[in-house]
């Protein structure tokens, strides 16, 4: 059995194989790059940036595809009907062939469309507030963009669930919808952990999943949870959604179960203006239950003093 609110310290084929088919809504992940080498004492700063993660597997390109492809197999089972995976890939950094790794993001992609029964519903990018590592490229642009690859299964393409919302009828009844561009603007991370140097931001899973999280009690599920980041953003939401993770770095799952605990006992209130200038209220305070608020009822424009009115207004 697999439960909400935790993380298992395994592999995630592992944690899939107990779960029941269907279970989760949606997969929000960044998953291993297969960039963790080794290097010589040399190359000392480049294998402090290379050496990404304190737990990884070093795969041949192939063997790397492969595996992604298995993986997404099992995610065909655990996905419920019209769930998307939100799958976060940076670019492939191992200079010594740079190129090359590129390319096995790219190829990896085009292999799991070709191989699963997932294809690319959307791509997001996410524009980050800077760039790592900057100027060190006499060719190569700032990098301070990522892809999100929106995935759904082929048949669910016209139906997965996003919170597009109707705003007018046609005379001929088409509907036309809100728009949300496929663009997000959020922080690099939450702060450094010496564990684990790729991680993202609690800011980017909130907003993807403000985007894709359609209803309460959804379940969130990051096969790939290094510090805890997911968890941490689903706990920021609204919407009571729950989550789950996997881990295979023992030192990470202590890290991230450390950091959920302190995250659900601080008992501050944090509010968020979203770049449509509408506040969000992301954060609550657990011994005071669930802060049944809609986004879309908060909705002010970019005050601070409004803001803390309205954050003490709403619990006090
Ligand atoms: C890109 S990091 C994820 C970082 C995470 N998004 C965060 O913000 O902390 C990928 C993580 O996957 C973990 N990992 C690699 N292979 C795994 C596997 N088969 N099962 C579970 N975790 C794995 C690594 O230990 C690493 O922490």
Redesign the pocket.
């Known amino acids: 059995m697999v439960e909400t609110g935790q993380i298992y310290c395994?592999?995630?084929?592992a944690t899939m194989e107990r779960m029941e088919p269907k279970s989760v809504d949606i997969v929000l992940?960044?998953?291993?790059?297969n960039t963790g080498k080794h290097y010589s004492s040399t190359e000392r700063s480049l294998s402090r940036y290379e050496t990404?993660?304190?737990?990884?597997?070093d795969r041949s390109a192939d063997e790397y595809i492969s595996w992604c492809i298995s993986l997404f197999n099992m995610f065909d089972k655990i996905l419920a009907k019209n769930g998307v995976i939100l799958w976060n890939v940076s670019y492939g950094t191992s200079r010594d062939a740079e190129a090359l790794q590129a390319d096995v993001m790219i190829n990896c992609v085009s292999d799991i469309i070709r191989n699963t029964p997932f294809s690319i519903g959307d791509k997001i990018i996410w524009k980050k507030s800077f760039a790592l590592p900057n100027n060190v490229s006499k060719n190569a642009l700032t990098r301070i963009c990522e892809d999100v690859f929106v995935f759904a299964r082929k048949g669910e393409m016209k139906t997965y669930h996003a919170n597009k919302r109707i705003v007018g009828r046609r005379a001929t009844g088409q509907l036309s919808f809100g728009n949300i561009y496929n663009f997000v603007q959020a922080k690099n991370?939450?702060g450094t952990?010496p564990l684990?140097k790729?991680?993202?931001?609690s800011d980017l899973v909130c907003k993807l999943l403000d985007i894709y999280a359609y209803a309460p009690n959804l379940v969130v599920y990051?096969?790939?949870?290094?510090?805890?980041?997911?968890a941490i953003g689903c706990e920021k939401m609204l919407k009571s959604l729950r989550w789950i993770g996997?881990?295979?770095?023992k030192a990470?799952c202590e890290w991230s179960r450390d950091r959920i605990s302190k995250f659900m006992n601080q008992g501050t209130l944090q509010l968020f203006a979203s770049d449509d200038r509408n506040a969000m209220l992301y954060d609550k305070k657990p011994e005071l239950g669930k802060v049944d608020v809609e986004p879309a009822m908060v909705n002010i424009t970019a005050d601070p003093v409004l803001y803390m009115t309205l954050d003490l207004g709403l619990i006090f």
């Open positions: 395994e592999d995630c084929m992940t960044s998953p291993p790059y990404r993660y304190d737990v990884y597997e991370s939450d952990c684990n790729a991680t993202f931001s990051d096969p790939f949870m290094g510090t805890g980041t997911t996997s881990e295979m770095s990470q």
